[in-house]
């Protein structure tokens, strides 16, 4: 399909654990990995919607970026990789049992691509926990119902040297090929091939 006002395409779902993060100069994070194949990923901004009025008028209004929330699903997630973005606690080796703890889950950051106009947007959200709403299991049927796991997420601003006195929730940029947008968001990943 071509053309400009249906365009669809999303992939390569990356986080990485935060390692250090020092207000005013810096985040690090530990080497990342490709969460899984991406179904949808949404992100949700709440902005300020605050009113100054005076003389019986709208004098100005703030309209800021107060916090961002989202969504991820997956086609499939390992429990390797759901326990580590959840927190959750391993114990043994040869039978790995996982504990659901009532633990914080850890920060992450969190990227993927999407299909825009001249290209693809890659995007790194830079702080970011996730957690898991609900999880249902159902047998077989005669036809396949698709079930594909999904995570709810919710980041932090962050402030980092650049740009100065400003909050940064994420960010993006266009690459030219899907290709590109990888080799990006493995970049701020740390993940040394594509496919991590």
């Known amino acids: 399909m071509t053309g400009n ?32 194949t991406g ?8 902005t300020g919607d605050n009113e100054d009025w005076g003389d019986d008028e709208l004098q ?24 580590q973005l959840l927190g959750w606690v391993s114990e043994g080796s040869t039978q790995v049992v996982y504990h ?14 999407f299909k825009d106009v001249g ?3 890659a995007r790194w959200i830079y702080r970011v926990r996730f957690s ?3 999880h249902t299991a159902r047998t077989k049927q005669r036809n396949v119902e698709w079930n594909h796991p ?6 932090t601003v962050i402030h980092l040297t650049t740009p100065a006195d400003k909050g940064v929730w994420h ?8 290709e590109a947008a990888k080799a990006w968001l493995n970049s701020k990943a740390g993940i040394s091939t594509v496919g991590g």
Request: charged share 15%; glycine share 14%.
């Open 39 to 46: 179904v949808e990923a949404v992100l949700n901004a709440e």
């Open 100 to 113: 659901a703890t009532d633990g914080e889950s850890p920060y992450f950051g969190f990227g993927y691509y």
């Open 132 to 134: 898991r709403g609900s």
């Open 5 to 36: 006002s249906n365009i669809f395409g999303m992939g390569y779902p990356v986080a990485a654990a935060v390692d250090t993060y020092t207000e005013g100069t810096s985040i690090t994070y530990d080497t990342g990995f490709v969460i899984g």
């Open 150 to 155: 999904t995570l709810e997420w919710r980041g």
């Open 119 to 121: 290209g693809y947007v």
């Open 60 to 83: 100005d209004f703030d309209n800021g970026l107060n916090g961002i929330n989202g969504s991820l699903e997956l086609n499939s997630l390992a429990l390797s990789k759901l326990a």
């Open 171 to 178: 960010d993006d940029t266009l690459c030219a090929t899907r």
